[in-house]
């Protein structure tokens, strides 16, 4: 069960969202399961997250701080943004520098329509179902980058407790056997089902 519903309903600003993401990564990315996040008004329930290190040779900040990893390294709620196979962008919030979770899937409740017109499909089990359909359906892209989650376009807050499974992560070759993917168990909006 996520423990975020212990810090209050509203948006999390300043010191709360500091506190938030200061912590494990793993512990993070358990926590953000559940809770609600919104890009200009677009967004839902976060439903499946991966927790990344700079100890992990799967992570961005293994080998260092460079411009493209950057934001990673930034203070805790920061947005870390990257595209992947030269097309897709992959929304990460940074906990302790160089640690961050990747926001893989989510289930729409606000600005669906917005969502349907990005991604071309009205059907919502498709509309945030990994990491670059989720982007894509939120407007996130690299303009977007290096800003904390308390500022716009972002918005998080917290929700009341879920069932959540942890598995392996998804599409890594590297530490692939790490158990710090995370989804609310159950969820028909992920990206891939839980083994």
């Not at 990994?130 to 800003?147: E, S, V, W």
Request: hydrophobic share 35%; net charge positive; proline share 8%.
């Amino acid at each position: 069960m996520t423990n975020m519903g212990a810090i209050g309903s509203g948006p999390l600003t300043g010191n709360e969202l500091r506190s938030f993401f200061e912590r494990d990564a793993i512990a993070v990315a358990r926590d953000l399961i559940g809770c609600h996040l919104l890009v200009n008004g677009a967004g839902g329930r976060i439903t499946e997250t991966e927790a990344y290190f700079p100890h992990d040779e799967a992570s961005h900040s293994f080998r260092g701080p460079t411009k493209r990893n950057g934001a990673m390294f930034g203070p805790p709620g920061n947005v870390y943004i990257y595209r992947i196979y030269g097309m897709y962008w992959c929304l990460n919030f940074v906990c302790t520098p160089g640690s961050a979770v990747l926001i893989r899937a989510l289930e729409p409740e606000s600005g669906i329509a917005a969502m349907i017109e990005r991604r071309g499909t009205d059907v919502l089990t498709q509309l945030c179902s990994g990491p670059g359909k989720l982007c894509q359906a939120l407007g996130i892209d690299i303009a977007l980058n290096d800003r904390l989650l308390d500022h716009p376009p972002y918005s998080i807050s917290p929700s009341t407790p879920v069932p959540i499974i942890a598995g392996t992560r998804i599409g890594i070759t590297k530490n692939a056997e790490a158990p710090w993917r995370f989804g609310i168990q159950g969820s028909r909006y992920l990206s891939k089902p839980f083994r």
